[in-house]
């Protein structure tokens, strides 16, 4: 009898335990059209506290701080004039599992605008944030980190920062944030801000306008991460693989305006310093900690579209018009970045351009790699796949990979530049531009024709058959709208070769389970939908109001279109080509 008392209660303890974990968390609500809080007796339906069960706060920070780690909050459509929305760790979720992440969104089929404009303006500029957490400068650590929240469905604008948070991981999607930018303190501002961020992913958000209003500056910027600043200036100090940007997705997001598109300040380099970067060493072992950057659209940035230098970072099928398009392989100061995959990206206009430094202009820097002996040399490793610069009338190089070089004490035997398309570029003599080299007679010069650098590439790689191009011609189908950034897929590059059919192809350079488009440029002619979609939904709010969750039809791979699915972030699909 005994032992049955025993077995009963273990079961009862047991079960217990099971149904404790198995609680659905929480549905809370923010309403601002009541006048004071209901708790336990908010009526969903009507609005006001002659309900049943539910509760609701008046204030988003009353309902974050009421919340429970799992739960939703739910805003009411409306306007809530608030300011230093402080996000707690306490209320950090666990898990992306279903109750074990914090939600905040609109309530559905409806729009909350968090509207700070006006707001602590005589407060330090800490605390005129929009939604934040800490207060604080962080660098090189996770202190205060937020982590597993989902922010969905809502309008942020009139803050110095729309959000100033540390870490991850984090979801952002189908929100719009906009017009955030104030002259107080430094003139660090703009939409987004997450200091070493971590695992996040950053989707179908429309971004617009963040800056200082009148007088912008280049510490403006609609998205940005903050690096570690663990190796600035070459003096690092160890690397904390669980403290430093990584990993990171940010996909089929609209940004306009400002003065730069995407930043990653600081840059993020991973290992040590003094790094071997060939394979097999241990700088590979982060090979997956690369963030993985992927059809945006980014128009009209005064300064920099796409400014990112990170080791092992994927960077594909963006489109960047009218911006200085560059993908920076370092900042001033910084020791050189290694291995990332450049490929598919599509820079338009004038001052469109792919910036690729060396860090010998300062060569107490380039000290990351000892090639023996104290012989330190500034090698850059990096891919550069069927990208299209469109465009370009400068002279200074459509392409510029290893510039403000004065030092010749570097080499280009691992710079992968192929398969990539000028077009309509005015100097063609001083298309691409190299630095310096002693590497093959005739090869040591700055700028290269397409040619002529053709040329030399096979001389600095020891290969054969290295293959771009310089054609001139209407390759975009229209000059406005979508279809003035989708290509002629029949565009002819001599022969039998078109854009739709002369990219490289092939496996990842070391990525498993990725393929490489055998197109040129961020188009697929098979399935470009998601242009349209990313201009034109996403910039209406009430599309973006009337989402449910779950991707749009219209990514690349998205149901109704040619192609099956494609590798989301870096995880294989079955099906999966383009790496997407």
Known sequence: MKNYSKSFCFMIFFFGIILIKEVPAATIYVDNSVSSDCLGNYSVANRNCSG???????????????????????????????????????????????????????????????????????????????????????????????????FERFEVTGGRWGFWLVGGPMKFRYLYIHDNGRAVGDDLVGGMFIFTATENVIEYCYFKNNEIPGSPTGNNGNLMFDGD???????????????????????????????????????????YNDRNPNPGSPLWAYQDFGDNIHHNIILNARDVGLRYGQDFSQIHNNIISNSNGQVIGKSDGHPVLYNQVIYNNTFIGSEAQYILRSAADSTSYDNYYDRGSGNPQAHIHVWLYNNIQSGYSGNLGAFRMQSDCDDDNWSAADVVFERNLLNNV?????????????????????????SSFNSCSNIWRNTSGVLNWDVNGTLFQETSGASQYIIFGSFGLGGTSTVANAGIGGPHPYLSGISLPSYIGATNPADNAWVNGVLTDLSSVAWLKAQTGGDPSWIEGGEGFFVPRQVQGFKKVPGATNGN
């Open 426 to 450: 005015t100097y063609s003599s001083r298309a691409l531009r190299m630095g310096n080299t002693s590497s093959g007679s005739g090869c040591a010069a700055e700028y290269y024709s397409v």
């Open 229 to 271: 600043y663990r190796d600035t200036g070459g003096k690092g100090k160890a690397f904390q693989p669980d403290a430093c940007v990584h990993k990171n997705t940010i996909r089929y997001n609209l940004f306009e305006g400002s003065v730069q598109g995407i930043r990653l300040k600081g840059d993020q380099r991973f290992g």
């Open 52 to 150: 049943n069960g539910a509760t609701s706060y008046n204030t988003i920070q009353k309902a974050v701080l009421n919340c429970s780690p799992g739960d939703v909050i739910y805003m009411r459509g409306g306007t809530y004039r608030e300011i230093d929305i402080d996000i707690p760790t306490s209320k950090n979720g666990t898990s992306w599992a279903a109750g074990s992440f914090t939600t905040l969104a609109s309530y559905p089929g409806e729009w909350a605008v968090i509207d700070g404009s006006g707001l602590n303006t005589n407060l330090e500029y800490r605390y005129q944030h929009i939604i934040r957490h800490p207060t604080s400068y962080v660098t090189g650590g996770m202190n205060g980190a937020t982590k597993y929240w989902l």
